[in-house]
């Protein structure tokens, strides 16, 4: 392990994908972050916090733990399957003092003076002509409040719902309060992290129950002017309405003659 090294994550053959803070991170922050990356404390081994829901897409999940550390400028020891840096297709480099060397390269700018910038003049600008006041009132017709329409807009980034590779069923897209609003009503839960909120419906709850939720909220969105995108195999078709029978007519009679009286003819 490198000197300097803030965090370490690995496996366990009891506890499945772990991570721990080394003595260079406060054990206040370590627990701050590691809690919002879904990382758990483990009773009995003060400092080790395992993954929840390991069998939930664990590698990716840790992968992206790692990267989100790194990308707060702090430096991540993880095993060669656990770091995205080893992956084909690797996030880009994050530095580990990139973001307080951006903010200093921001302060250095602002405070240096362009030599584009022209010299400010010490006269005072000319004064400009005040337009007479006309000899009359314009009228201004406006239309009544409750005829002005505000359009609302959404978000034109699709909303995207599928389901991951641990066959969990996720959402992924820019979320304004109403779209929060509408998954919610449909079941989805927000799981803080570093990135935001995950979205996603609950365990466990059978591919029939998870397909009919997303398929609803999909349709709620769309019928909210939102651009949706469901995975095709979480498209739940309703079932054809059943239509009760009616009152059975009964069957046709006959009319026939009394008996004791003559047919007319």
Known sequence: MAPGTHFAFGTHPHHGFVASATSHMPAHLAHWFLVREQFDPVDGQPGLFRLTEPERDGPRRTRQAV?????NGYAVHADVVLD?????????????????????????????VSLRRPA?????????????????????????????AVAVTPATEAISITRGQGGHVEVEGVLDSLTRDVLSRAGFVFEPSLRGHWVRLPFDMGRDWESEHATWAAEML?????????????????????????????????????????PRR
């Open 67 to 71: 990267h989100d550390l790194r990308r």
């Open 84 to 112: 995205p840096a080893a992956s084909p297709n690797p996030p880009r480099p994050i530095r580990p003092h990139g973001f307080s060397e951006h903010r200093s390269r921001i302060a250095q700018a602002a405070g240096r």
């Open 120 to 148: 400010p003049t010490t006269s005072a600008p000319p004064a400009r002509p005040i337009p007479p006041k006309p000899a009359y009132a314009p009228t201004v017709h406006l239309p009544p409040p409750h005829h002005r």
């Open 222 to 262: 769309s019928a909210a002017r939102y651009p949706v995108r469901l995975d095709p195999d979480l498209r739940h078709d309703a079932p054809a309405p059943v239509v009760a029978p009616g009152p059975r007519r009964p069957a046709a009679m006959t009319a026939q003659a009394p008996p004791g009286r003559a």
